[in-house]
């Protein structure tokens, strides 16, 4: 039975893709039609796809990692250091003595025992009431020097003087007197080479003077 042209025209129409020749392009709306129905069609692509990963990413700060040190164990080997080199710092050590300090001690003691030899023998008081002021002098001209170079309130009280015995007898006295001024000259005179010029001019007229006394007490 043939089918009148009329109806034919009409299936052709509705049968998808009817009527367009093989080759000829689908127009863009059934083309996105089509997209959409593809599985995973519009769905974005990680940027990172195919990227090697960092092995150490999604790792937690502080869990180690195998060859690299965390963070808390930097902190804490920094603070055992900080700590380590506290103890080992101890207090600074005092300053050295002054090398006058020495002289200026020996001149009070032989001011003072030649104060108590003239108040213990009149005799002798003459040359050891001289003694007695220049040493006393010394003890002066030295003490300023020291508090000069070294300007602390504790300078003054750091020379000291022993309890002063004066012999009886008026030979042994004598030779007590002979006996300090003849070590403060040498004292003086063995330190005047290792002294600043200002210094070894001070010192040196200290050993001239005691070895001028030495003169007269023999």
Do not use: F, K
Not at 177 to 187: E, H, I, N
């Amino acid at each position: 039975m043939e089918v009148p042209a009329r109806e034919a025209g009409a299936a052709q129409r509705h049968r998808p893709g009817a009527g367009v020749p093989q080759g000829t392009a689908v127009p863009a709306r059934e083309a996105g039609t089509a997209r959409r129905a593809r599985p995973g069609a519009g769905v974005p692509q990680d940027p990172g796809a195919g990227v090697p990963q960092d092995p150490g990413a999604g790792v937690p700060q502080d869990t180690a990692v195998p060859g690299q040190p965390t963070r808390r164990r930097v902190l804490a080997g920094s603070l055992a250091t900080a700590l380590m080199a506290g103890c080992s710092t101890g207090p600074d050590a005092p300053p050295a003595p002054d090398p006058l300090q020495a002289l200026w001690s020996a001149a009070l003691a032989d001011a003072a025992l030649a104060d108590a030899a003239a108040a213990a023998h009149p005799d002798l008081a003459p040359s050891a009431g001289a003694l007695a002021a220049d040493r006393r002098a010394h003890a002066e001209s030295i003490a300023a020097e020291v508090q000069r170079a070294t300007p602390s309130p504790s300078a003054s009280s750091t020379a000291t003087l022993a309890a002063v015995v004066v012999p009886t007898d008026r030979a042994p006295a004598a030779g007590a007197l002979a006996d300090a001024t003849r070590a403060a000259q040498a004292q003086a005179a063995a330190l005047v080479t290792s002294l600043p010029r200002y210094r070894a001019g001070l010192v040196a007229s200290v050993a001239a003077c005691c070895a001028s006394h030495l003169a007269v007490l023999g």
